[in-house]
């Protein structure tokens, strides 16, 4: 189902519904209409643009406002499709939301994709025209960092529209995303009977050493966590090893470290069948997005005693971020609400041990809750 662009203005296809797919079956999602993906999932638009200037051939999945316009990040692939690209904004705008809502937050959930061109391209008329097509939904989606796009990508985007944020006069979010998952990693300690309160002298190993990721391994190092880490850029494993005194890891094999908590940090789609059956951990807690490969690998987790911060709940720091920012709050308010995760989390693990139900599972549905009510409605694959 290749999209063709006819006109350099912005295409809109409306629903009223549209489906999240996990980051490891992408590929597999090609293969299924839009209008398929997005009656499974519930999404209320999906924007197409093509800027002949520039270049741009971008997308944007908006999932629901119905707490709020629509925020998500912008991220910049060199998608082999447009199907990619479009089950790509479609189940990450889904994601969006879930976590906007779990996270307390008055605001929907979208995303934005752009198809990186494969030729040389001036990324600054690039972005500014992404700009321009951003301030044509008037307000219904609010775009920030992201994969492949940088604050200065956000600075250009900001001259052409007002609904952005991240920019230089913001900031990067990874360390408040670092610091969800610090706390989502203490609520890990309250709900195991085996730990104790203190992080000190626990062994837990860091998939992806990326601006979240490395700066989690800070915090993690400065309470005495011994840690062990991989990362497919080798520098960042070096920079580690000599600063927080890490060990190596190769990649293949750092899920099947002997640890305390597996903190999954990279790419999506990490959990699967045989990895999950490689783990030698107690808890998986990373920031990580889509990292269950299906609804399934929940309950796996669940029947072999590994306890799973859903990774939505727990990734939202940084999403906390950017929107309080946006709308103008203090730092005080910020680290008050950052807080939310921690108690979230300890609420889940309660009813997970209570019922014997996936945490994924119970974290969908307390979503699904605040967003549509008791209406039924497809699992997040997360």
């Not at 200037?53 to 998608?79: F, K, M, Q």
């Not at 301030?135 to 952005?164: C, F, H, K, P, Q």
């Not at 900031?171 to 670092?178: F, I, K, L, M, V």
């Not at 107690?282 to 005693?305: F, H, I, M």
Request: proline residues 3%; charged residues 20%.
């Amino acid at each position: 189902m290749e999209i063709p662009y006819l006109f350099p203005v912005v295409g809109i296809i409306r629903n009223t519904q549209v489906s999240l797919v996990e980051f490891g079956a992408l590929k597999n999602m090609e293969n299924v209409g839009m209008f398929k993906q997005m009656t499974e999932s519930q999404v209320t638009d999906v924007h197409f643009k093509y800027d002949k200037d520039s270049g741009l051939e971008s997308i944007v999945a908006i999932h629901n406002t119905s707490r709020g316009p629509a925020l998500g990040g912008c991220r910049i692939i060199p998608y082999t499709s447009t199907d990619s690209a479009v089950t790509d904004a479609i189940r990450l705008a889904k994601g969006m939301s879930y976590k906007a809502a779990l996270a307390g937050l008055d605001l929907g959930g979208g995303k934005a994709v752009i198809m990186e061109p494969p030729h040389a391209y001036n990324r600054e008329n690039l972005f500014k025209a992404f700009g321009r097509f951003v301030e044509e939904l008037n307000g219904r989606y609010i775009t920030a960092m992201d994969s492949g796009t940088t604050v200065t990508d956000m600075d250009n985007i900001a001259t052409r529209s007002s609904y952005v944020t991240c920019t230089s006069s913001v900031g990067n979010p990874a360390p408040y995303t670092a610091k969800g998952v610090f706390l989502g990693i203490q609520a890990c300690l309250k709900t195991c009977q085996d730990f104790n309160d203190s992080l000190s002298g626990m062994r837990i190993a860091v998939q992806g050493l990326g601006n979240v990721g490395y700066a989690l391994c800070e915090l993690l190092h400065a309470e005495g966590v011994k840690l062990f880490v991989s990362d497919i850029d080798e520098n960042k494993v070096n920079r580690c090893v000599a600063k927080l005194a890490a060990t190596a890891v190769p990649t293949d094999q750092i899920h099947k470290t002997d640890c305390d908590i597996f903190s999954p940090c990279g790419l999506g789609g990490i959990l699967n069948e045989q990895s999950i059956n490689e783990l030698r951990c107690r808890v998986v807690a990373g920031s990580a997005n889509n990292q269950l490969l299906t609804p399934e690998c929940g309950e796996l987790l669940l029947q072999k005693d590994i306890l799973y911060a859903p990774d939505y709940l727990i990734n939202a720091g940084g999403l906390i971020f950017v929107a309080l920012t946006y709308q103008g709050f203090n730092a005080d308010k910020l680290n008050r609400h950052l807080e939310t995760i921690h108690h979230t989390l300890l609420d889940i693990f309660r009813t997970e041990q209570q019922i014997k139900e996936s945490g994924s599972v119970i974290a969908d549905r307390m979503a699904e809750t605040i967003l549509f009510g008791n209406k039924n409605t497809e699992p997040l694959n997360a």
